[in-house]
T-cell receptor, first 116, second 110 residues
């Protein structure tokens, strides 16, 4: 398995533009998580899905953020409009089975977003 | 809010020495996990210890858990330059996703 695949690896965009981050989880995993990492706040959970259904989006900072999982092999995180304070590394992770962490999470390599 | 808090924030040691990192948490847990993150990469799962376990080993890694003190430690023995990374603890409360601490940055000097 190629692991969790995220694209793009780097994204530089201007304030006000729409940004779409993509994630392909490990085949067969039934949980998918979006995290954001910054120096100040560390790793923050934004939203997670179980069997493609969003379960908890309370970590999404504002209405400017939205996430979808149209099928078991693809998820997107969209920011519209983007702002400089959205600059961070965004990680997608997936996991399998009962309990959230019994087998650990598998993380993608992340998308480093810079909004100028 | 953060559940796990690692200590120290940064640690620098010589190759061959042991590295110990600590994690404290606030609420009851089902299990606690440790992850490693190399610069510019995603987190990699290292080891999981359940709440009814006190110690676990995996290769050069040793993890302890003290639920009465709500704390865990990660020991890396005979460290190597390749162990240079950030290390995170993550707690699993059972009904919510993993909550990660801010990590310990470990530098192993050759």
């Amino acid at each position: 398995d190629a692991g969790v695949i995220q694209s793009p690896r780097h994204e530089v965009t201007e304030m006000g533009q729409e940004v779409t981050l993509r994630c392909k989880p490990i085949s067969g995993h039934d949980y998918l998580f979006w995290y954001r990492q910054t120096m100040m706040r560390g790793l923050e959970l934004l939203i997670y899905f179980n069997n493609n259904v969003p379960i908890d989006d309370s970590g999404m900072p504002e209405d400017r953020f939205s996430a979808k999982m149209p099928n078991a092999s693809f998820s997107t995180l969209k920011i519209q409009p983007s702002e400089p304070r959205d600059s961070a590394v965004y990680f997608c992770a997936s996991s399998l089975g009962t309990g959230f962490g019994l087998r650990g999470y598998t993380f993608g390599s992340g998308t480093r977003l810079t909004v100028v | 809010s953060q559940q796990g808090e690692e200590d120290p924030q940064a640690l620098s040691i010589q190759e061959g020495e042991n590295a110990t990192m600590n994690c404290s948490y606030k609420t009851s847990i089902n299990n606690l996990q440790w992850y490693r993150q190399n610069s510019g990469r995603g987190l990699v799962h290292l080891i999981l210890i359940r709440s009814n376990e006190r110690e676990k080993h995996s290769g050069r890694l040793r993890v302890t858990l003290d639920t009465s003190k709500k704390s865990s430690s990660l020991l890396i023995t005979a460290s190597r330059a390749a162990d240079t990374a950030s290390y995170f603890c993550a707690t699993d409360g059972g009904n919510t996703p993993l909550v990660f601490g801010k990590g310990t940055r470990l530098s192993v000097i050759a």
